[in-house]
Structure formats: structure tokens, C-alpha cells
């Protein structure tokens, strides 16, 4: 009689990994070793029915049959295991891991028959210090936020403020020769100041006066302060003197709109002031490789941010809002945090130079970047 094997079973059974060793070759007919494989088979529908007597019988032929096979192995584990004889179950385990070390759940009946018993420790009792009592209340605290509806909210404790470019860098020049560099600075100071007095959150400069630090060194230096948010100040400019307003950005691989993949090229443009980095020949940058799986997570928080820190920052913004974009920041691909860049007018516009050279001005745009990140 040719044994009649649902498909579906077969491949499940070859998706976890059963099959390896149990003799099952993958050509279309299984008749080949339809011996064992159908003696393993049967034991192994015996103990789902508890026949675990049966079950340890079935499988001890299919064993004989083929003594290459850690899936009836570790069935027999599990037969044994079902008549709780432990010896004779953790001898089959071993046998299953020995032909097949990648057998996890052999390996791990192993350890839970053959663990002893852990003698409890009686604690001692002593006052929690206060590190502990923080630990404690923060976490009653994110807890009872998590049953709330609003959900947990985004909470940020540091802060790096980076003001773009700087030094021999003057960033994007408008008509009347204000320089998006000292711009930024100026704003990236007013917002630092302005954390410091309220003093909820820490915040930190990228740069502190008027020199050049490298793209690269930014996120690296937001990484060293282990920030949970990396705000990277910027003035647009478009050849076209029409637009004007603020923008919000964050990092991802495709550009949202062409608008969006035009400003990054334009941000990424000054990484050629950069030193050319090195790469030893044969070198495999390992933390990049990792890298690239957390970057996808740290995007998904950032987008998510940015519009809720849009949503705020606009209230108070005395510029045109022009929403929420993203784009291949350089400075931003590296940050081990949620990170945005804000692109806080176009110094390219007449109106938005002008008013971006009066500091009553910048004190409202950096009160409204000082909303956006505490609220
Ligand atoms: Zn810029």
C-alpha cells in the first residue's frame, strides 16, 4: 500500500525541521523509506492521543529502521517524557541532538527534565534605595499611561540641538548676505538656553559657536550624550524665491515627495567639506551591518514624532507651515535616537530673510521649537 501523506503536513513537517535526518528524501514519491517515516508517523499521532505505551513501542521500530533519525528520537523523548520514565527520555533527547545539534526543543526537554531544583534564597529585607524607588514609580508610571487611552506618549529627558553647518561652511546665503549658519546658531542657542531655564529637559549643542563640525561627527557626538531626541536646525533655499514656510524631516531610504529629495540632496551637498573617510581595504564595518535593522525602528519613531511634533510646534510658529516630509538625510542616517531636521524658513524668500535677521523673530521660532519638544 503507498502511504497517502497530506502535503500540507509534509511540508509543515520540513518547515520545522522534523524531517532532517528521519530519511525522507524530497523526491514526489516517499515510498523509498515510507517504513519509517510512516512508523514515526504513527507515534507521533499516538502521543497526541496520550498512547504514550504505544507511542514508545511504534517508535522504538521506527528507530530500527532508521537509526538516523532525531525526529523519531526525540519523539521517543517525548513518549517517555508522557510516561514520565525521565532516564530513558533524556537518553532519546540526547540521541535526537546528537544527530541533529540544531534541535532546539530536544535540547531544551533535556534541560527541563535534568535541572534540579533551585534552592529558594530567603531575601533579604532592606529599604529600596533610590534609584529603585524611581525604577518603581516611572514604571507604575508608563504603566498606568499604557491603560490610559491616550497611550504612551513620547516623553524626551535629553535633547541634542545640532546647528547646521558653521566655519568656513556658511550653509545656504540669501540676497541680502544673511548666512544660513549663523542663523541656525543663533536659534540652536536661544532653544539650548531656553531647555536649561525650564529645566525639564537636558539639552546639549552639537556646536557651540561658529566652526566646522563634519556631518558624520554630529549624530556621532548625539550618540556619545545617548540623546533620546536629535533636532538638526536648518534654513532652506530654493533657487526659486517664492517659498517660503517651515518644513519638518525625518530620515528614510525614499525621499516623500521630489521637494523633499531636493532639500536632502541639498543638506547632503556639504558633505564634501567632509574628510573622505578611510575604509581600511577588507574592513566589514560589523556595528553598520547591525545597524541597519535598528535604523529601520529608530525612522518609524522618528516619523511618528515629527508629526506630533508638528502638530504642536505650528500653533506657535510664526512661519507658513509646510508640513511633515521625509527624505536620505546624511546627518540624520547615523542617530541612534528619533532625530528631525527642521528647515525653519527659506532664507532664498525676501520676506522670510528679512524677518529671520530680526531677533524677536528667532525668539518666537525657537519658543516654538522649545513647545514642540516639551509639550
Ligand atoms: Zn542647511
Known sequence: MNP????????????????????????????LCRTAFDCALEGQDL?????????????????????????????????????NRKAEAVDAFRHAVRL??????????????TQKPIPSLKKEKRPPTPLEREADAEEKRMFAQLQSEEGLSYQVKRVVIDAGHGGFDSGAVGLSGLKEKDVTLDLARRVHESLAQEGKVKSFLTRSDDYYVPLSDRTVIANQYQADLF???????????????????????????????????????????????????????????????????????????????????????PLK?????????????????PS???????????????????SEFRAKIAKAVVKGILS
Open 4 to 31: 497517502v501523506i497530506d502535503r500540507r503536513l509534509f511540508l509543515n513537517l520540513l518547515a520545522k525541521g522534523l524531517l532532517t535526518g528521519s530519511g525522507v528524501c524530497l523526491s514526489p514519491s516517499f515510498a
Open 47 to 83: 502521543i497526541h492521543s496520550n498512547a504514550y505505551e504505544k507511542a514508545v513501542a511504534v517508535l522504538e521500530e521506527a528507530i530500527r529502521l532508521d537509526p538516523g533519525s532525531d525526529w523519531a528520537y526525540g519523539l521517543l523523548g517525548r513518549a517517555y517524557h508522557g510516561l
Open 100 to 113: 541533529n545539534p540544531e534541535d532546539t526543543y530536544s535540547r531544551m526537554m533535556i534541560e527541563i527534565i
Open 231 to 317: 533636532i538638526s536646525i536648518h534654513i532652506n533655499a530654493n533657487e526659486n524665491r517664492q517659498p517660503h514656510g517651515s518644513e519638518t524631516y525625518f530620515c528614510s531610504e525614499k525621499a516623500s515627495s521630489k521637494e523633499a529629495k531636493r532639500v536632502a540632496a541639498y543638506e547632503n551637498s556639504f558633505m564634501k567639506l567632509d574628510k573622505p573617510y578611510k575604509k581600511r581595504p577588507g574592513y566589514i564595518d560589523i556595528e553598520e551591518i547591525l545597524f541597519q535593522f535598528e535604523r529601520k525602528l529608530y525612522w518609524e519613531e522618528s516619523g511618528e514624532f515629527a508629526n506630533k511634533y508638528q502638530e504642536r510646534f505650528r500653533t506657535e510658529l
Open 321 to 337: 507651515n509646510r508640513g511633515v516630509h521625509s527624505a536620505n538625510f546624511f546627518v540624520l542616517r547615523t542617530a541612534k535616537m
Open 340 to 358: 528631525i531636521l527642521l528647515e525653519l524658513g527659506f532664507i532664498s524668500n525676501q520676506e522670510d530673510e528679512q524677518r529671520l535677521s530680526h
